[in-house]
């Protein structure tokens, strides 16, 4: 290539360019399959999402950018089955939400006890708003313990998140 006769910086830098965009088209269609083709599983939330992330960049990479709200829809179409809720919830929103307002709704998701049922039957206990300090045990469970103050955190970041949900 540089040895041929009359060479210049331009031709060489031409058929260098040529060489790495040689493959582009092809290399674009394989990604895109493999972006479509990402599912949960059994991956955290974060992991998830940042496998979504390394697609849409390499994707960008190659000249085929993915727009925010087909990253939203891709994700929704691969979350797992404990998801379902939200992902039937998010296309009712009147303002679709944006890739981060997603993963936040996820994340919070993530954190909500499972709601299936236990086979061992759990005990709970509430001691009197009057005894003991503030930080004293409110309700127990074998193995956990839960203050008021832990409770409060609980009931005001939910209460701000549904009321973002309704502005």
């Not at 493999?34 to 599983?41: A, L, S, T, V, Y």
């Not at 709200?69 to 679709?96: C, R």
């Not at 993530?110 to 409110?138: D, Q």
Request: net charge neutral; hydrophobic share 40%; with cysteine.
């Amino acid at each position: 290539m540089v040895i041929e006769a009359p060479t210049t910086a331009f031709s060489i830098i031409s058929r260098i360019t040529a060489l790495f965009r040689d493959n582009q088209q092809a290399c674009a269609g394989y990604l895109g399959q493999k972006f479509r083709n990402i599912e949960q599983g059994e991956k955290t939330i974060t992991a998830y999402f940042l496998e979504q992330k390394a697609a849409t960049d390499a994707l960008a990479d190659v000249g085929a950018p993915i727009a925010s709200d087909a990253l939203v829809w891709n994700t929704i179409k691969g979350l797992d089955e404990k998801y379902e809720d939200v992902d039937s919830l998010v296309p009712l929103l009147t303002l679709f939400p944006t890739l981060m307002q997603f993963r936040n709704m996820l994340l919070l998701q993530e954190l909500k006890p499972s709601t299936a049922r236990s086979s061992s039957p759990t005990a709970f206990y509430a001691s009197s708003p009057t005894s003991g300090p503030h930080g004293s045990p409110v309700c127990s469970t074998p193995g956990k313990t839960t203050t008021r103050k832990s409770l409060l955190f609980l009931f005001l970041h939910h209460h701000d998140t549904i009321m973002h949900l309704l502005t």
